[in-house]
């Protein structure tokens, strides 16, 4: 079951050991990728690594990230603003719903 909105999440996909480093880089990434933080209680579960989520506070605190540009060739450079804009949406979008943004880690 699926309560709330898949947001797009493809310029994240299969991240290389560099991407990773970016993730750890930008304000709220890295909690969102590397903490399980658990939005209600839940019971124990195998099939995935961890849950997380950031609040739509959080998001209103965050969306004003200062982007990273600094990435090593054209490629990776246009992966980078993508990649941080889609951050940005998800941001926006948690705003705008007053929803949190909940990840679940694979």
């Known amino acids: 079951m699926h309560l709330g909105v898949l947001l797009p999440n493809n310029e994240w996909d299969s991240l290389t050991a560099r991407g990773l480093d970016i993730v750890?880089?930008?304000a709220g990434?890295?909690?969102l990728n590397y903490a399980t933080k658990l939005p209600i209680p839940l019971p124990q579960w195998t099939d995935f690594l961890g849950i997380t989520y950031i609040t739509s506070?959080?998001?209103?605190?965050?969306?004003q990230f200062r982007p990273i540009s600094e990435f090593g060739s054209d490629r990776d450079r246009v992966w980078?603003?993508?990649a941080q804009e889609q951050y940005r949406s998800w941001l926006h979008e948690s705003i705008r719903t007053q929803k949190e943004i909940v990840a679940f880690l694979e």
């Not at 506070?57 to 969306?63: G, K």
């Open 57 to 63: 506070q959080d998001a209103v605190n965050l969306v």
């Open 24 to 26: 750890a880089r930008i």
């Open 80 to 82: 980078l603003e993508r």
């Open 29 to 31: 990434l890295k909690e």
